[in-house]
Nanobody
Framework: EVQLVESGGGLVQAGGSLRLSCAASGFTWDDYAIGWFRQAPGKEREGVSCFRSSGDFTYYADSVLGRFTISSDNAKNTVYLEMNSLKPEDTAVYYC??????????????????WGQGTQVTVSS
């Protein structure tokens, strides 16, 4: 059973930083994509960042480019989203998801196959 568990969310002031973690287990794909998404109240879910397990491609949405960094620790089967210079508009529930390696392409967001339960990030002004 594929499981993704996010953690690291919380309340932070504008300009601050948070690091989200996504602990993954239960899948044995050789190649895959991990994506971070977010959904703010009353808004549609949007893609934030993704990377391919092959390490040859990483993508960031324009809204977070230069502020967020996606990384992984393969030994811990964990993917991170380092978020700096946070803004109130970054407030949302953040989700990690896993899917086909081709889902991380920079040409739109595909429906990833497995999702975590989400972690709340609140940025106060």
């Amino acid at each position: 059973e594929v499981q993704l568990v996010e953690s690291g969310g919380g309340l932070v002031q504008a300009g601050g930083s948070l690091r989200l973690s996504c602990a993954a287990s239960g899948f044995t794909w050789d190649d895959y994509a991990i994506g971070w998404f977010r959904q703010a109240p009353g808004k549609e879910r949007e893609g934030v960042s993704c990377f391919r397990s092959s390490g040859d491609f990483t993508y960031y949405a324009d809204s977070v480019l230069g502020r967020f960094t996606i990384s992984s620790d393969n030994a811990k089967n964990t993917v991170y989203l380092e978020m700096n210079s946070l803004k109130p508009e970054d407030t949302a529930v953040y989700y990690c998801a896993v899917g086909s390696v081709y889902y991380c392409s920079g040409y739109g967001w595909r429906p990833y196959d497995y999702w975590g339960q989400g972690t709340q990030v609140t940025v106060s002004s």
